[in-house]
């Protein structure tokens, strides 16, 4: 019997149009016995042949060389992908154990009842959450105060602040026009200056000015510090000068020893910019009602304010008044889609706005949008005190700025929205 035959009996006859795995053929064969020649290698005797599927077990044909003939006829990436899970299959076992003994250490480390805690906190502050991540994208923003801000010179700004006698006549301080615990101003509409002698403007709030881009109506001063001289210097406002300013603060001892200890030095120009400035940019009214409802806090608002929150959004009061002052970033003209200066107001020099520091014909009545926070209490209203209530400033709004007549339901829910902008007065 020839090798085919024997390979016939233990492998079965082939199927019809398909070969026989010449790989396996291979390894059916007897390996060579010592002492045998070379006629015996190449023919083996009938009872071998005929003993052959008895010897099977014997034989050196194993699954794995089994495997490794039929691999060879494929590509190699998938005989290397086979061996490699023949040979890692113990070390995957080994990292999913160890993975779940992990698991299982972790588990037995937690402590029920804080976990318990801590579950419920999260879900009570989840909604609120939501909440508040909804409503990011909104053009109003809540006021955060400044950080870093050293309280040593922050005192010593609302010292200087408060201070009449830093003014020409020893009557009149910064507070005097600017009052931080009634809504910044004065509450006039034009301020009162040295003698008694009125202002060239309306005083607008010092409070959250650190947030405009610019300060005054006009833009005259680009930041708070430069803003010092203004009020100092001004004959119709404090009438003092440096000089005077400077003796005074050097010869008063209490003075002297909290610029020495606190900023590094004696009084100098800079020195007290410095400090009324930083006073000033602690005087951030943060916790409106209306900062709770962008924080989540579904019960700051009433259901009018929201609705007068929509009309503002509606009528696209947004696209000036945003950002956290709720304005302040930006110049317009008084009048934008109306006339606001017609023949029957008698013009004056403080009505040209902007016009007063660039010298453009373009900023003639062009003023900084005023920020509306805390604007319940900053009566009265514009440039020049013209607007007596909230409810006449937004009146007026509507009719000049949006270009429509104003809708009585519209302007009263408007200003109740307004009112939820108030935020924590400093003392």
């Known amino acids: 019997m020839d090798a085919t035959q024997v390979q016939q009996d233990v492998l079965g006859a082939p199927e019809p149009g398909r070969k026989n795995d010449p790989s396996v053929e291979v390894s059916l064969k007897v390996p060579p016995q010592s002492g045998s020649s070379n006629a015996d290698r190449a023919k083996p005797s009938a009872a071998s042949a005929a003993n052959a599927p008895s010897k099977q077990p014997t034989a050196e044909v194993s699954a794995d060389k089994a495997d490794d003939g039929a691999d060879a006829a494929k590509p190699g990436l998938v005989q290397r992908g086979k061996r490699w899970l023949r040979n890692s299959w113990r070390l995957s076992v080994a990292c999913l154990l160890s993975a779940l003994g992990g698991m299982g250490i972790t588990w037995c480390m937690v402590v029920d009842e804080p976990a318990a805690q801590v579950s419920e906190d999260s879900n009570a502050e989840a909604p609120r959450y939501v909440a508040a991540l909804s409503r990011r994208h909104e053009p109003i923003r809540p006021l955060v105060p400044f ?43 034009r301020s009162l200056g040295l003698d008694g002698q009125p202002g060239s403007f309306n005083a607008p709030t010092v409070l959250n000015a650190a947030l405009n881009c610019q300060q005054s109506w006009d833009g005259r001063s680009p930041t708070l510090e430069q803003h010092v001289d203004g009020p100092l210097t001004d004959p119709a406002q404090m009438g003092s000068d440096w000089e005077r300013i400077l003796k005074y603060l050097t010869t008063e001892t209490s003075y002297l020893r909290e610029f020495r200890t606190h900023m590094e030095g004696d009084p100098t120009q800079e020195r007290v910019r410095e400090a009324i400035a930083t006073y000033e940019r602690s005087l951030i009214t943060v916790n409106s009602p209306f900062d709770q409802w962008l924080g989540g806090d579904e019960s700051a608002l009433g259901t009018e304010a929201l609705s007068g929150y929509y009309t503002f959004h509606k009528l696209n009061c947004v696209a ?16 934008d889609m109306r006339k606001y200066f017609t023949a029957k107001r008698q013009l004056d020099e403080r009505d040209w706005g902007r016009f007063h520091v660039t010298k453009r014909d373009s900023d003639r009545f062009v003023f900084r949008v005023p920020g509306l926070r805390n604007a319940e209490l900053t009566a009265p209203y514009f440039h020049d005190g013209s607007a007596a209530t909230l409810e006449d400033a937004v009146e007026a709004m509507i009719r000049y700025q949006v270009g429509q007549e104003p809708n009585d339901e519209e302007v009263r829910r408007i200003a109740i929205f307004l009112r939820t902008l108030t935020g924590d007065l400093p003392e």
């Open 147 to 189: 950080e870093d801000l050293n309280p040593d010179v922050v005192s010593l700004g609302r010292k200087l602040f408060h201070d009449p006698a830093l003014s020409g006549n020893g009557r009149v301080s910064c507070a005097s026009c600017h009052q931080p615990a009634a809504g910044g101003d004065d509450g006039l509409k």
């Open 320 to 335: 000036c008044h945003q950002g956290e002052l709720v304005g302040g970033s930006m110049f317009q003209p008084l009048g």
